[in-house]
């Protein structure tokens, strides 16, 4: 019976907006951006790993950089993020993005880039957690050496961050336990992230890369629940 | 098959052999068949405080790298019944130590005993993850200050991700916390965290508090267990401990400052 032999597909092409990381660079040396790579791969090596990014090359569109753009391709898997393609350039850097098995995405259009909120688990070494539409849950202790990253969206966790643990989030973080290592909220550029926990003992905070140690802590809010929010160029910590 | 007991820490010095010393005397006391594993290998302990270091002839490695079988290796202990010592060795390191070596020599253990006691190295290298990669479960060694805590803290995070548990999704590895060389008196004076503040600190169940105590430096240098020191505090703590590890409801003991004597008034502040 020919009817029985529907056709069922085997391929769609579907359009998907997506968020991408974009590695802007802005040094032509290729051994300038390889050292920065290493320095920040090693700050937070859960951070990058299987990123994928898209090489925003304007800044440097005029150098000769585009001839090596195949080795520095090469250079970012190395380090493990995964290269998908390259904003930016003339002529010369589509041939050599084609060249490299690269794509070429139009330029930019709104440099400012409005921070979209998609959701992505975090660092596999850390204790479960649920990535859900609204941000990361962690029910479990962070413990200390254990890293959790929220890409792309807040960071809840149920329990305590102990001295030596590292939490970071795109969005805010919320911790219903004790603070006691280090939270960092907005980490990809979002000046509106904050932070609230239970129990302030934390060792470092930072929103949007504005830091504060523990030294530079009030004593009075020592354990007591606060929320800190970036106001201008300085942490503003407060008790709730 | 028999459950696997890893006595870590991350910190040294802080009890871990004596530890699984006495948690594996009382566990065969208790009619239990145990075996302790000393994972220590290069600074072997555990058959000093277990009091047979002349009867080793085959240790852990050999066994591992196939020059001698389990039995002959296995010393048998002469106070307690069902319970036998797998003795690290002194000439080698724990890159001697590999991971199918460890697993055959814990399954090939398990058909025989009901409890294995690792022994754990201090640190969180090769020696120590082994340990505690096949664990169901772990006792915590801390002592009641705060760089014993942190390192008692990042143990837990490697033993909820490293362990062949983590690995293939089974229910976690019970994670039970032991404080030694407790001083209520120092803690009073504020000179270490009470039981309270690791617990908060930590958040794992409480299995026991051991009392600094002359008595576990003795019964070391004599190589008794000393939860055989039936009269000593210490080993009374590690019997309440090994009760409670069994399942048994008991409350906690030498938490509290001893009333002190005509003595202790003249002398105490």
Redesign the interface.
């Known amino acids: 019976m020919a009817g029985a032999q529907a056709v069922k597909p085997v391929l769609e092409l579907k359009g998907r907006m997506m968020t991408l990381t974009v590695l802007r660079l802005l040094d032509p040396s290729v051994e300038v951006l390889a050292r920065e790579l290493d320095r920040r791969v090693q700050e937070a090596p859960d951070f990058f790993r299987f990123l994928p990014v898209i090489l925003d090359v304007e800044a440097v569109a005029d150098s000769d950089l585009y001839l090596d753009l195949a080795g520095l391709s090469g250079l970012l898997q190395a380090r493990q993020f995964v290269p998908v393609g390259i904003r930016g350039g003339g002529e010369d850097w589509r041939e050599a993005a084609a060249a490299a098995g690269l794509a070429v995405f139009p330029a930019d259009r709104d440099s400012a880039g409005g921070e979209s909120r998609r959701r992505q688990t975090g660092d ?4 479960k957690a649920v990535a859900t539409e609204a941000g990361m849950i962690v029910t ?7 890293q959790i990253y929220a890409r792309g969206g807040d960071l809840v966790v149920m ?2 961050v ?4 590292e939490v970071l989030a795109d969005g805010h973080i919320h911790i219903y ?2 603070l ?1 290592g280090r939270a960092l909220a907005g980490v990809r550029g979002d000046t509106g992230a904050r932070i609230f926990c239970r129990s302030f003992r934390a060792e470092l905070v930072s929103i949007n890369g504005t830091y504060s140690v523990s030294e530079q802590f009030e004593d009075a809010l020592r354990g007591k629940a606060v929320q800190i929010a970036l106001d201008g160029d300085s942490l503003d910590i407060r008790a709730l | 098959m028999a459950k696997i007991v890893v006595v870590t820490s991350g910190k040294g010095g802080v009890g871990k052999t004596t530890t699984s010393a006495a948690i594996g005397a009382g566990l065969a006391k208790a009619g239990h068949r145990t075996v302790l594993v000393d994972f220590d290998v290069g600074l072997r302990n555990l058959d000093l405080i277990m009091g047979c270091e002349r009867r080793v002839v085959y240790d852990f490695i050999n066994v591992i790298h196939e020059e001698a079988s389990l039995n002959q290796a296995l010393i048998r202990d002469k106070r307690v019944d069902n319970l036998f010592i797998l003795a690290a060795s002194q000439t080698r390191d724990k890159d001697a130590l590999t991971e199918e070596g460890v697993e055959r020599v814990l399954t090939e253990l398990s058909k025989d005993f009901d409890y294995i006691i690792c022994d754990s190295p201090a640190g969180i290298e090769r020696g120590a993850l082994l340990a505690m990669y096949y664990a169901d479960e772990a006792i915590i060694v801390t002592n009641p200050e705060v760089s014993s805590v942190r390192d008692s803290d990042r143990v837990l995070g490697i033993l909820a991700s490293k362990t062949r548990r983590a690995a293939n999704g089974d229910p976690p590895v019970r994670e039970q916390l032991l404080l030694t060389r407790y001083s209520p008196q120092r803690v009073q004076k504020g000179e270490m965290l009470s039981v309270e503040d690791v617990k908060e600190i930590l958040a794992i169940d409480l299995l026991g508090v051991i009392p600094e105590s002359q008595a576990v430096l003795n019964a070391s240098n004599a190589g008794v267990p000393v939860i055989l020191e039936e009269d000593s505090d210490a080993g009374q703590a590690y019997q309440d401990s090994v009760a409670r590890f069994l399942g048994e409801d008991r409350p906690h003991r030498f938490l509290q400052l001893e009333k002190k004597g005509l003595f202790g008034r003249l002398f105490g502040g």
Do not use: D, I, L
């Not at chain 1, 596999?124 to 204790?127: D, H, Q, R």
């Open positions: 596999e070494s850390g204790p479990q202790p962070v413990r200390s050496g254990q329990s305590a102990s001295p030596g643990a336990g004790s006691g």
